[in-house]
């Protein structure tokens, strides 16, 4: 089992930048595939960006594609998310996420834990 910390978010102006980090409980995690989500109220959880568990594949979604990068540590038990250029429609609640059912996906159902996500909020 896997327990997730995300932390990192914040208040930025449009064209900034955060990174967000979700520390990861549990010897192994290495196994894992890991990916963040992102929600606005109301709204259902949507895909940003997933990495496998050597970290050698990464995908994202289209709309933070060439702006943001995931990346992890596995001797530390870290997943990162560095988010640049920021937008304003990139406000949202952030969660980190971890699966190990087949390889890693665009869609929460690939995903067994979750984080208790962290706010990031772009202004204009």
């Known amino acids: 089992q896997v327990q997730l910390v995300e932390s990192g978010g914040g208040l930025v102006q449009a064209g900034g930048s955060l990174r967000l980090s979700c520390a990861a409980s549990g010897r192994t995690f290495s196994r894992y595939y890991m990916g963040w989500f992102r929600q606005l109220p109301g709204k259902e959880r949507e895909f940003v960006a997933a990495?496998?568990?050597?970290?050698?594949?990464?995908a994202y979604a289209d709309s933070v594609k060439g702006r943001f990068t995931i990346s992890r540590d596995n001797a530390k038990n870290m997943v990162y998310l560095q988010m640049n250029s920021l937008k304003p429609e990139d406000t949202a609640v952030y969660y980190c996420?971890?699966?190990?059912?087949?390889?890693?996906?665009?869609?929460?159902?690939?995903?067994?834990?979750w984080g208790q996500g962290t706010q990031v909020t772009v202004s204009s």
């Open positions: 996420a971890g699966g190990s059912r087949g390889s890693a996906g665009d869609t929460t159902g690939d995903y067994d834990y």
């Open positions: 990495i496998s568990w050597s970290g050698r594949g990464t």
